[in-house]
């Protein structure tokens, strides 16, 4: 994966001849409502990360600008450093110390794949560092592993709209290119709602027709999609599995729901609960509508709880931006 260089970053030099690497890799927005651990889109926000091994003997160095998940912050056993150990250890070899800068445009819990940004950094450079020993479809496998499933790890990885399901060490990925791509929104709030508390919500079995509910509304999700059918979309969002258990705890959250609704005519097909949350994202048939929204939106009471920010599906995942 080559792309030219985008984005200024430095590092201490950590010995003669040790190139940096950067990766650059986007944020993403999973479950889209119905796709439950499944389905998710990259989106315009971006981790980057420099690396490089230090000279034998020296201490590695880590670097953190912007934020990011604690657990990618810590410099001991950072997600990073795991996700890099990971592949080192997979390919039989001990990994270097190294020179570590992250740069990070992703809000930590916020239900935008920042966990997911870290770890798919980590393999990619790590990869690089190996030589490229791994393909696309192991560096997958090893993300699902340390992430626990593939909603968010699979589209930072790949780019655009991917459909993934995980069983043991096997993950099966489709990526979809969309006939028509829509416009998205995302209304952030205050508060957070780290991943492993909200999957504590959700209760351990479902009824039948929950069940088979949510399966129908994922299908035509998908298919809409792919179809480009995107006034299809309203009857797909609905969910049963995640968002009636983890949407009380995000203040505001049925009363924008509710908002959205009420706009469909204006071109608002739906919203949905970002990840785990707590980023709510509505759905627009186009920009314009977007906009329309955004600006009506503006003067609502709930613009005190929510900050709206437009983004876009990216096609293109996780990049090497150097060396090239």
Same mark, same amino acid.
């Given at each position: ?121 980590? %393999? ?32 930072? %990885? %790949?780019?655009? %709209? ?163």
């Amino acid at each position: 994966m080559e792309a030219e260089v985008t984005h200024e970053m430095s590092i201490p030099d950590g010995g003669p001849g040790a190139p940096a690497v950067v990766v650059r890799v986007p944020a993403t927005s999973a479950n889209l409502g119905s796709g439950f651990d499944a389905v998710g889109w990259a989106v315009d926000r971006y981790l980057f990360a420099e690396v490089r091994p230090v000279s034998p003997g020296d201490r590695r160095r880590f670097e953190v600008v912007g934020e990011v998940p604690p657990d990618a912050r810590a410099e001991g056993e950072s997600l990073f450093f795991r996700a890099v150990g990971e592949a080192f250890a997979r390919a039989g070899r001990e990994a270097p110390e190294l020179a570590v800068r992250l740069q990070s445009e992703i809000p930590p819990g916020k239900g935008l794949g920042s966990s997911a940004a870290v770890i798919v950094a980590g %393999l990619v450079a790590a990869n690089v560092l190996l030589g490229g020993r791994f393909a696309v479809e192991e560096l997958l496998s090893l993300a699902t592993r340390l992430e626990g499933h593939p909603d968010n790890v699979a589209p930072a %990885l %790949l780019g655009g %709209l991917v459909v993934a399901r995980a069983d043991g060490e096997e993950v099966a990925a489709v990526r979809l290119r969309l006939p028509r791509v829509p416009a998205l929104l995302a209304f952030v709030p205050e508060v957070e709602l780290r991943t492993p508390a909200s999957r504590r919500l959700l209760p351990d079995t479902y009824a039948r027709e929950t069940a088979v509910a949510a399966a129908g509304r994922a299908a035509l999700l998908v298919a809409a999609l792919a179809a480009g059918e995107l006034e299809k979309l309203p009857a797909a969002f609905g969910d049963g599995l995640h968002e009636p258990y983890r949407l009380p705890h995000i203040p505001g959250a049925a009363e924008l729901y509710a908002l959205c609704a009420s706009a469909r005519a204006r071109g608002c097909l739906g919203c949905y609960l970002s990840g785990a949350g707590p980023t709510i994202m509505a759905v627009f048939a186009t920009p314009e509508a977007r906009e329309d929204f955004r600006r009506r939106f503006s003067e609502h009471p709930l613009a005190l709880s929510f900050v709206p920010e437009p983004l876009a599906l990216v096609e293109e995942g996780a990049v090497v931006l150097a060396p090239r």
